[in-house]
């Protein structure tokens, strides 16, 4: 799946009416377009490839070149405008719809080979059992030796209705086993997961794009979560780079009171013009709110922190988010292909541009945020509704710092891939002696994670590292399992309860190691006290309304 590079790209997609024809199909078809720079435009780049064709070393692919060509072009504009292929714009169309075609499964790459990590709910995969760590070996008779992980799922996207026959390895079982799989719709929610995490508080995790159904989503988690006991909220937009402007704003109308305002897009006139948006329910949702964020943290995940935080509405808790405030429109292509430009900027409610600059410095640097002077390139000083300071030209600065360690970065390095095999095993009943950890069904995804779902001790440890001594194809370091010990036994829960009921639930588990997360707990009293704050204004100035009456 390309999401994760769209996210990067595009970000921020805001609905534009057109009036006439399409702005796309102005060198596509019969129009007014200055036939003599046509000419032009259509000769230069015809001849380059046809030099490059007949005279580069090696073979040429001219749909690649194409579009190398065309995004290098938009690229020299900002880093956000893209152009995407017929088959990446159909793909990209399908992700906005929040879906997909395909089996429906979570597979990814480790120890070089690829594996199921979850299938999804109801999808072909989980209705053909299958499960946690069958090894991917084969599709439509091919073998998948040496292939990606996004090779193998290039294979299984495909269109729906259409089959795909694929070949597994499954621990104790001695023959591998064969599925032919219908392709089918698979939902794509914004909210991987949600839950009740103790004491009213409830964790909503949004870190998926924004999409067609996140509001509906957010909605329904919101009331799901009431019903439980909810009296405050951890709202999760780590890692979150963005999606639809409509869908963010409906979000934050959420939170906020009728007439404050959301975001305000402005562009070139006559093309992009300003519009403003304000929230509109008059009893929006009061309990008190904590906002995560981190690098991750884009543009209309942007929109949501800016305005929560400049109307003083949540507490913001982890890291300086992107930093995008371009928007961009949609523009199909006659041949089946699109492209995104930028067509303007948003601004949060106290009027802060929060665009990173990108003048003067590659594409990856941009992205990476290599060379940024400080935690973020301040520009502007703006207030929020109380008077607290705030600034624009550098992402959303958290009013909480916390970052992430570098140990815990190392701890993945190093663990990741011995964890996964060890856990592939354990939840095979191939470890004697821990058959309670054997799960021998497809994962159940409607579980509630228990505190005592598969808890992970010191002898679960101690098998770990008989484990590696016997498989010395695996590269780790058993002599310091003791210094990592807690993050282990939590790591290797997680891959457990991934087979039992699924990633989105599994995700549950590593909050418990999550300083970012923990720290918003301890933040709730501070918004507790925001949210009294904003009662006790609106109380005063309806109050003083009245007298003036």
């Given amino acids: 799946m390309r999401r994760r590079y769209w996210l990067l790209t595009l970000a921020l997609i ?221 709202l999760d937009l780590r890692k979150n780079g963005g999606g639809l402007v409509e869908q963010a704003k409906k979000v934050a109308n959420m939170f906020l009171y009728r007439g404050q305002k959301i975001v305000s897009l402005r562009g070139r006139p006559g093309v992009f013009p300003t519009r403003e948006s304000v929230a509109e329910r008059t009893n929006p949702e009061e309990f008190p709110l904590v906002l995560l964020i981190d690098r991750g943290t884009a543009s209309a995940s942007e929109i949501v922190a800016g305005a929560l935080q400049d109307h003083d509405r949540a507490v913001i808790v982890g890291e300086n988010s992107f930093g995008k405030g371009l928007v961009q429109n949609v523009f199909p292509l006659s041949d089946g292909s699109g492209m995104i430009l930028t067509a303007g900027h948003f601004y949060t409610p106290s009027g802060r541009l929060i665009q990173r600059d990108y003048a003067n410095r590659s594409f990856y640097d941009y992205y990476l945020k290599r060379g940024d002077q400080g935690p973020a390139q301040h520009t502007e000083q703006k207030h929020t509704d109380s008077g607290r300071p705030v600034y624009g030209g550098g992402g959303i600065d958290p009013d909480v710092a916390v970052k992430i360690s570098a140990r815990e970065f190392e701890l993945q390095r190093v663990w990741i891939d011995p964890v996964f095999e060890f856990a592939r095993y354990l939840v095979a009943g191939q470890i004697p002696g821990f058959s309670e950890f054997k799960v021998d069904h497809t994962a159940d995804h409607n579980h509630r994670l228990g505190q005592n779902d598969y808890l992970i001790n010191d002898k679960i440890l101690g098998a770990f590292k008989d484990f590696l001594r016997e498989h010395k194809d695996i590269k780790a370091d058993v002599a310091r399992i003791d210094k990592d010990a807690e993050w282990l036994k939590i790591q290797i829960r997680y891959e457990v309860v991934t087979s039992a009921y699924g990633l989105d639930v599994a995700r549950q588990v590593l909050l418990a190691d999550d300083a970012q997360f923990q720290r918003g707990l301890a933040e709730l009293p501070r918004a507790k006290a925001q949210m009294d704050d904003i009662r006790k204004l609106r109380a005063s100035s309806r109050g003083g309304d009245a007298r003036r009456n």
């Fill in 14 to 234: 805001a609905p534009m009416a057109f009036a006439g024809a399409h702005p796309a199909q102005r060198f596509s078809g019969q129009d007014d377009a200055d036939p003599a720079l046509r000419k032009k435009i259509g000769d230069d780049f015809a001849s380059a490839l046809l030099v490059a064709k007949d005279n580069y070393a090696g073979q040429t692919d001219l749909e690649k070149l194409t579009t190398a060509s065309i995004n290098g072009m938009l690229h020299t504009l900002d880093p956000h405008s893209s152009y995407f292929d017929r088959k990446a714009w159909e793909e990209f169309q399908n992700e906005q719809l929040s879906r997909y075609s395909g089996i429906g499964s979570f597979i990814n790459q480790r120890n070089g080979k690829v594996f199921i990590i979850s299938p999804f709910q109801g999808t072909p995969a989980w209705r053909g059992d299958v499960r946690y760590g069958d090894q991917i070996i084969g599709i439509d008779g091919k073998s998948t030796e040496g292939w990606t992980s996004r090779q193998v799922s290039d294979k299984l996207i495909g269109p729906e209705g259409t089959q795909v026959t694929v070949k597994f390895l499954r621990l104790g079982t001695p023959q591998p086993i064969e599925r032919k799989f219908g392709r089918e719709s698979v939902p794509l929610n914004s909210i991987s997961n949600y839950a009740m995490v103790g004491n009213g508080v409830g964790y909503i995790n949004l870190d998926r794009a924004w999409q067609t159904t996140t509001a509906q989503e957010m909605q329904r988690a919101v009331e799901d979560l009431q019903k439980q006991g909810l009296t405050s909220l951890i």
